[in-house]
């Protein structure tokens, strides 16, 4: 099983709205794409300003299902929407 984790910085125009737009998105994403397993998105409590501010974890079967997700066209225009909107991207994948 991969583990897919990934933290998103927004930038501050526009901050929670982008924030929760993007969350929206990424929980509607299991419903269309069948190769993920789980996944749950989650907003940071704001405790410290330089936290990022928004952290997906996925699970899936293979590597080849993580790549059919990363190229889905559904998970694709959820990127087309935060590039623009976001500072910085983390992103690991652990084989459990």
């Not at 889905?72 to 992103?91: I, L, N, Q, W, Y």
Request: hydrophobic share 45%; proline share 4%.
């Amino acid at each position: 099983m991969i583990r897919h984790i990934v933290m998103f910085k927004f930038k501050e125009e526009n901050k929670a709205e982008n924030v929760a737009h993007t969350k929206a998105m990424l929980d509607a994403l299991p419903a269309k794409i069948p190769q993920i397993l789980s996944s749950q998105t989650y907003t940071d409590c704001a405790v410290k300003a330089d936290n990022f501010d928004l952290i997906l974890i996925s699970d899936f079967a293979s590597h080849e299902d993580l790549e059919a997700y990363i190229v889905h066209p559904d998970h694709k225009a959820v990127g087309a929407f935060m590039t623009p909107v976001r500072e910085s991207r983390a992103c690991v994948d652990i084989e459990l």
